[in-house]
């Protein structure tokens, strides 16, 4: 069927008219069938409903007669008058009901899906009802606004599990406009993430052909010397990047390749490229989904998007994507900063006939979809786009990259246990926003409150969460989305406020504009915003918001002018009230920009700045929520670990001296520093943070010691710890990382002992899903209250020993002088190469081995070779040991001098274990890439083969080891074949 009209293309109020017209002279039902059917028959098929699919009198499964259905829609006519009184509601409530019951049993086992989608509609001439039903209790919302005085977006209501009735409601232009939208999505494919990556997933033709032509696009601009925006726009995510993900990516890049073969593309891909041309794909589809939603607004006057430009040419395709890259479609509709600072609209620039084919087919797969859907189904789109991403980027790519989106249960209940309440005059703030999961569930909470308010200011409390409830975040693809999930959670304001600035800004939590950081806070002096196009350097007089966006705003009217270096020094003065040397400094900007300008690598660098600033000028919150990026400090990218160092030592976090701080330092976590710098810069005194962080930071022994001191250490301002509740067991992100969550206020110390809860899945429950709500978790888990003091109540930053309170007083009559000391342990990894099996004990002394390949994540070949006895030894994982005894021995290669602390010379090697060492020789390339950049280094600066955390203590004869324990020596060591120590 092909779409004629939009719903708002139709006249509905001459539609009403007519209905209620010759339903004035109607008698009975078949009078208002007979008059009315006609009427309704041409609306829908003016919206291109095929409507020669309808059947009359259709029996259901158990053999009731239907008036008419289409498809999902059953449409059932009433006497005059029947829904104007409560027993013919009841009546009409219950027939509707039982028809879509029966209906549903042809499609078992998919019934309840059946339900979900299908419509009943019950009319008397006079007023109109709709039957729905849910899965799951929520609220539910119709289209259109039911009466006049209803000026919500989407009126709301309380469903419970199963049906739901709205109306009656009379026959009028909105009551009907709901019907048509209603009709049309029982007829078109929901707005789902499901359902669009059924069209747009990597397994389909759209999306196979689009990042295939745009990674063609990007790199042919890197080919060229020339600069260009596309290539100044990739360098800039590119240095991001290495701040999102960090430099340690080879195992990406190994999923990188697996990821093109899924979008059918040739081998020996690049994985930033690729991955650059996925986010851009990506961010279209969110662009376009966005603006077709603003025209779900009541008073809209936007024309459907993707109606529009699916027949276009080539040119005329592009000329209209340049006005949506602009932002003016969104700007027309009087949301400022949608596309503000975006990185992905480089694809024009790379334009051609394969780009354009590309672009038109996606628009053209779009129009398939029912827009309405985030209207009709709330529940449906709830995570529409962080769903849709995990669905267009491999699971396993996106892991090996670290990504892993906060589930919303998670959010919500951090949310609850951070205290916020959802009042839209208290300050919110996520540092680390992501996809704007904590944002959403903020804005929410905001919502239920207003509901329980008879009247609702909505202009008021719209400007409230505009100005109150903001996102940072340094990644440009999750602000896009972010922005986009702001404004669907917004939509009920919409209506009432104008204009609309998305407080979501791309910016750096940690490292905001700023010369330097020493004072604490953010110093009112010059500042320098750093890109990977140099430095801009701006007075301390433009740190306000309004003139950051003064000065940016100049900046696009001298570029559009083309304004000469003194032409806008002119400018300057007579806009901006600032001394000569200020605007000097600003007309340096200009022409920074400027220069760009000519060169062709403009079109963000303004905004970018802008948005830059927010950290300057937003001021301080009453909540900081949210899960900033854990990422170790060694995998940090060089520029970033340069340009942190300071704040690292600012915070006292680099606790550990001489070697105890190259181990250590190695084992710390971003989390940490961003917490700090989140206290710091953002939070109120007497202001909450709630974050999930790592649990190593409350349990490590150095790595750790700096941020449990809870205190600013240059201002001596106290942070108190309120609660923390260990998620390890739980695995909330269905991964390895040990999660746990925590909430502090700025101001008071830390007194101990520490309320702490401690998660455990019941036994039995498999994986917590992402999806599931927060009670399915509760009901899946134990919760423990216990609490938390430092294992040395000396040294108050030592280690958090968890426990009951009567536990922890035992443990207290217990310690004293510990006759061992712990130690980290051996760095034997990567297992598959220093972990073995032995397979036999020759006569001649040798051991046949075998590497443990299945011990490591890395992809390690498997050999069977006859080494030497002199450099193996035992030791039993701590998953092998059980009550009073292990499952088995595994054998490592220790190929370090535990007295030196280095590795043996490749001298020593060849001359005395030349087997052992031609056996290391296999795997030189994995040695010297390994993942812990500490290790690596020793190993690029000593002996290919080295290790790390090796002393005399590793081969005592029993004791723990690294993530073993040494158990009794083999038989070949008692005939002292043990290696030399010297």
């Known amino acids: 069927m092909t779409a004629k009209k939009e719903y708002w293309q139709i006249n509905t109020a001459r539609i009403a008219d007519e209905i209620l017209s010759v339903a004035s002279g109607a008698r009975t039902e078949e009078d208002i069938k007979m008059r009315v059917e006609p009427i309704l ?23 009731a007669k239907m008036d008419a259905v289409y498809g999902y829609l059953i449409l059932e006519y009433k006497v005059p008058g029947k829904l104007a009184t409560g027993p013919g509601q009841r009546e009409a409530q219950k027939q509707l009901q039982r028809y879509l019951s029966e209906e549903a049993i042809h499609h078992r086992p998919q019934e309840k899906a059946f339900l979900e989608k299908a419509i009943g509609v019950s009319i008397d001439g006079q007023m109109i009802m709709f039957a729905r ?27 419970q599990i199963g049906f739901h009735f709205l109306g009656p409601y009379p026959i009028t232009k909105d009551s009907l406009t709901n ?179 590309a672009f038109r087919a996606i628009i053209r797969a779009l129009s398939s979809f029912e827009l309405a859907t985030p209207v009709l189904e709330p529940d449906w789109t709830r995570d529409l786009l962080k769903n849709l ?41 996520d540092p680390a926003c992501g996809s704007g999961t904590f944002l959403v569930e903020a804005i929410n909470r905001v919502i239920q409150n207003l509901r329980l308010k008879r009247k609702i200011n909505w202009e008021k409390a719209g400007r409230l969460i505009l100005n109150n409830i903001v996102g940072f975040d340094l990644n440009p693809l999750a602000v896009l989305a972010a922005r986009t999930n702001y404004l669907i959670a917004f939509a009920p304001f919409i209506p009432f406020v104008r204009p609309i600035s998305i407080p979501v800004y791309l910016c750096d939590s940690v490292l905001a504009p700023t010369r330097a950081n020493c004072e604490g806070g953010l110093p009112f002096e010059d500042v320098v915003f750093s890109t990977s196009k140099g430095d801009f350097l701006f007075p301390s007089a433009v740190q306000e918001k309004e003139k950051i966006d003064q000065f940016t705003s100049l900046i696009e009217v001298g570029l559009r002018g083309k304004h000469s270096p003194e032409d806008f020094f002119n400018l300057l003065s007579k806009r901006l009230p600032l001394t000569e040397r200020d605007r000097r400094l600003l007309l340096r900007v200009y022409n920074q920009i400027k220069q760009l300008e000519e060169q062709g690598e403009n079109g963000i660098w303004a905004r970018y700045i802008k948005n830059a600033f927010a950290p300057v000028y937003l001021g301080r919150f009453d909540f900081v929520v949210g899960n900033p990026p854990w990422v170790r400090w060694g995998y940090l990218s060089d520029d970033y670990r340069k340009r942190t160092l ?47 962080i790592t649990h190593e930071v409350f349990k490590s022994k150095g790595a750790g010691e700096g941020f449990r001191q809870f205190e600013l250490k240059e201002n001596r301002i106290p942070l108190r710890v309120l609660l923390m509740e260990d998620m390890v067991d739980l695995k909330p992100f269905q991964a390895a990382n040990k999660t746990s969550l925590f909430v502090l206020e700025k101001g008071q110390p830390t007194s101990y002992p520490v309320p702490v809860v401690i998660w455990r899945r019941i036994p039995g429950t498999g994986a917590i899903s992402p999806d599931w709500a927060l009670s399915e978790v509760l009901s899946h888990t134990h919760r423990a209250n216990v609490k938390a003091i430092p294992v040395h109540p000396a040294k108050i930053n ?48 040798l051991l046949v081995v075998e590497n443990m390949v299945e011990r490591g994540k890395r992809e390690i070949p498997s050999t069977s ?7 193996v030894y035992p030791a039993i994982s701590g998953g092998d040991i059980i009550p009073f005894g292990v499952k088995g021995n595994v054998y490592i290669i220790i190929s370090q001098d535990p007295a030196k602390r280095l590795p043996y010379v490749e001298s020593w090697m060849t001359t005395h274990v030349p087997l052992t060492y031609a056996y290391l020789r296999k795997f030189k390339d994995v040695l ?25 203590y590793t081969l005592e004869n029993t004791g723990w080891f690294g993530n073993g324990w040494l158990p009794k020596w083999p038989p070949w060591y008692y005939r002292g074949c043990a290696p030399p120590l010297a």
Not at 665 to 685: H, I, P
Not at 815 to 829: D, I, M, P, S, T
């Open 798 to 845: 030592s280690s958090w020993q968890t426990a009951t309170p009567a536990t922890l007083k035992g443990s207290e009559k217990m310690k004293g002088k510990n006759h061992y000391q712990a130690h980290l342990g051996a760095r034997v990894e990567p297992y598959g190469v220093f972990w073995l099996r032995i397979k036999d004990v020759r006569p001649d002394g």
């Open 646 to 692: 300071d704040l690292w030592k600012r915070y006292g976090l680099f606790s550990l001296k001489g070697h105890e701080a190259r181990l250590g330092a190695g084992e710390k976590d971003f989390s940490m520093l961003f917490t700090y710098a989140a206290c710091d810069y953002y939070l109120q005194d007497r202001g909450k943070l709630a974050f999930l």
């Open 133 to 159: 039903y849910t899965r799951i209790a929520r609220v539910i919302s119709t289209p259109v606004p039911m009466a006049p005085d209803q000026r919500e977006l989407f009126p709301e209501k309380s469903a």
């Open 389 to 429: 991403y995990e669905l267009i980027v491999p699971k396993k790519l996106r892991h090996d990259l670290g990504e892993f989106y906060t589930p919303d249960w998670l959010a919500g209940y951090l949310i609850e246990r951070s205290g916020y309440q959802g009042d839209p005059s208290v300050r919110f703030l």
């Open 41 to 63: 028959r041409k609306a829908f098929k003016d919206i291109g409903i095929d409507v020669d699919i309808v059947e009359y009198e259709k029996a259901t499964a158990l053999r």
């Open 865 to 871: 070779v006859a080494i030497e006895k002199n450099l």
């Open 179 to 357: 019907l048509l939208i209603f009709v049309r999505a029982a007829a078109r494919r929901p707005l789902t993430a499901k359902d669009l990556s059924d069209v747009f997933g990597p397994e389909h033709d759209i999306a196979r052909q689009a990042v295939s032509e745009i990674y063609s696009a990007v790199m042919r601009a890197q080919r060229l010397s020339a600069p260009s925006r596309v290539k100044a726009f990739f360098d800039e995510w590119d240095r991001i990047f290495g701040v999102v993900y960090g430099q340690e990516i080879e195992k990406a890049e190994k999923a990188a390749e697996e990821t093109a073969s899924l979008y059918q593309m040739p081998g020996g891909v690049r994985l930033k490229q690729l991955l650059f041309a996925i986010h851009t794909y990506y961010a279209f589809l969110m662009k376009i989904i966005s603006v077709e939603l603003l025209s779900m607004q009541k008073e809209s006057t936007f024309v459907s998007f993707v109606r529009e430009l699916g027949a276009l040419e080539d040119d005329p395709l592009k000329e209209r994507l340049m006005r949506l890259e602009s932002g003016a479609d969104f700007s027309d509709q009087g949301i400022e900063n949608f596309l503000e600072a975006d990185f992905f609209r480089w694809y024009l620039d790379g334009w051609n006939r394969p780009l354009a084919n």
């Open 928 to 952: 010297l890439s390994r993942g812990s950049r500490v290790v690596r280094e020793l190993a690029q600066a000593t002996e290919f083969y080295a290790m790390y955390g090796i002393g005399p």
